[in-house]
C-alpha cells in the first residue's frame, strides 16, 4: 500500500505501458487489474476483445473454418471496453456481453477465431490505439512480442496446470457451472497449445519479460512483486 501511495502522488511520472502475458488462468487479469488500480493506470483486458468478437461468430452461426466471413465480420465490429464505474464491462457492437463472454462454449471457440490474421489485425491496431499514451497495464498472450514490442515493462505469468484448472473451477462455480478439475485440465492444455502453436502471433515469452510465477503466490504477492519493478524503472529515469 505504502508504495502505491508514492507512486500515485509522484510528479511527472512517466506513463508506462506494461505488458502481461501468459498461458490461460495464470492470474493475469486479477493481477493486471490491480496493477492499474494501484498505478491509476487503464486496465485492457485484450483476451476479452477476442471472446467478444468469438460470441458474435457464434451468435451469427458462422462456422468457425469460414476464416475470410469472419475476417470481414471483425472489420464491422465494434467492441468497446468501459471502465467509468471502476468494472471492467466489454460491449460488443453497443450490447453488454461482459457475463456471456466467460461461457464455455466462447471458451472452447475463441482459440480459433483468434488465430485469424484479419481477426488479430483489427484487434492490435485497436489495442495499440488505447496505449500509444502510455499509463497502460494489457494483458493478453502477444502483447510483449508484438503489441508492444517496445513496453516499458513485460512480464510472463505462469502456473502449475492444476493449480490453473483449480483457479478456473473457482470462477466457473461462481457462475453456477460444476466442472470436473480434470477436464479443466484438459481444456487448458489444449487452448494453450493451440495459443502456441498458432502461426501469427503465437504465446510465446519476449526475450526480456521477466518470468512470474504465480502457482504459489497471492494476489497482493503478486501485484506487489510488478509494482516493484515499475519503481525500480521510474528510479531509473
Ligand atoms: O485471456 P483469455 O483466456 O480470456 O483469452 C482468451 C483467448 O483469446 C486465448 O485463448 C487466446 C486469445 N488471445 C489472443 O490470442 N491474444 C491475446 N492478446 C489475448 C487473448
Redesign the pocket.
Known amino acids: 500500500m505504502k508504495s502505491y501511495k508514492i507512486l500515485q502522488n509522484a510528479k511527472n511520472l512517466k506513463k508506462l505501458v506494461i505488458a502481461i502475458d501468459g498461458p490461460?488462468a495464470s492470474g493475469?487479469s486479477t493481477t493486471s487489474k490491480l496493477i492499474a488500480k494501484r498505478l491509476g493506470y487503464l486496465y485492457v483486458d485484450?483476451?476479452?476483445m477476442?471472446?467478444a468478437m468469438t460470441l458474435k461468430v457464434l451468435q451469427q452461426n458462422i462456422s468457425l473454418d469460414q476464416t475470410e466471413t469472419i475476417g470481414r465480420l471483425a472489420k464491422r465490429t465494434q467492441i468497446r471496453l468501459d471502465q467509468s464505474d471502476g468494472e471492467l464491462k466489454v460491449f460488443l457492437d453497443n450490447r453488454d456481453v461482459t457475463q456471456a463472454i466467460r461461457n464455455q462454449a466462447v471458451t472452447r471457440a475463441?482459440?480459433t477465431v483468434?488465430m485469424i490474421k484479419k481477426v488479430r489485425e483489427v484487434m492490435v491496431r485497436e489495442q495499440r490505439r488505447m496505449g500509444k499514451r502510455g499509463g497502460i497495464v494489457l494483458e493478453?498472450?502477444?502483447?510483449g512480442t508484438v503489441v508492444f514490442p517496445n513496453a516499458d515493462l513485460k512480464i510472463f505469468m505462469v502456473a502449475h496446470v492444476e493449480e490453473r484448472a483449480r483457479r478456473r473451477q473457482k470462477e466457473l462455480k461462481k457462475q453456477g457451472v460444476k466442472v470436473s478439475v480434470e477436464q479443466l485440465v484438459k481444456e487448458l492444455v489444449e487452448?494453450d497449445r493451440k495459443?502456441s502453436k498458432r502461426d501469427i502471433s503465437p504465446l510465446q515469452k519476449a526475450e526480456d519479460a521477466v518470468i512470474l510465477d504465480t502457482s504459489k503466490m497471492t494476489l497482493v504477492g503478486q501485484a506487489d512483486f510488478v509494482v516493484q519493478k515499475v519503481q525500480e524503472i521510474l528510479k531509473k529515469r
Open positions: 490461460a493475469k485484450t483476451g476479452a477476442y471472446r475463441v482459440s483468434s493478453g498472450r502477444d502483447i487452448r495459443d
